[in-house]
């Protein structure tokens, strides 16, 4: 039996369950008082992330979303890589969410003409750091974000993937 999740594009059919699974997430797990009404972007993926050089995607497991990514364009060959997350349950060597996801998305940017991913976390987010690390993403200052790259105000640490 495969345990992988599938990962495919977000469609709209996709949204609530898009927004439950990163509500809990933030607000359950992290305690980040973060609210739906401070992410409309949320409300509005196909407009605000899948254009130009972005995308959203989601893992499905047994028809339950069970993780997001997206890459948002900012431009200049450029994207950020936002919403990523994983169901607790679904983390680890087991299923591979993860690492299916971050392989999608950079698989789909290097078919484009997109340089660099770059992307915002928070301090206490320590597994995704590792995590972002091992894949091959470098940690970098603030001041070496671009310029139209969205910091959000609980972003304190940044990354930078160089696409080859």
Request: proline share 4%; hydrophobic share 40%.
């Amino acid at each position: 039996m495969n345990n992988s999740p599938i990962v495919k594009e977000y469609s709209y059919e996709n949204q609530v369950q898009v927004v439950d699974l990163i509500l809990q997430i933030q607000q359950q797990e992290y305690n980040i008082s973060i609210t739906k009404d401070d992410q409309p972007d949320l409300f509005t993926i196909e407009e605000y992330y899948q254009t130009g050089n972005g995308n959203f995607w989601i893992a499905l497991y047994d028809k339950n979303v069970v993780g997001t990514i997206s890459l948002l364009d900012i431009g200049n060959n450029q994207v950020a890589l936002r919403k990523m997350f994983v169901n607790k349950e679904y983390r680890g060597a087991i299923y591979k969410t993860a690492r299916l996801l971050l392989d999608t998305a950079i698989k789909w940017a290097k078919e484009r003409p997109i340089k660099a991913i770059f992307l915002g976390t928070t301090p206490q987010f320590l597994a995704a750091h590792r995590f972002y690390e091992k894949n091959g993403f470098i940690n970098i200052d603030l001041n070496d974000l671009p310029e139209h790259f969205p910091v959000l105000q609980v972003d304190k640490k940044f990354y930078k993937y160089v696409l080859e």
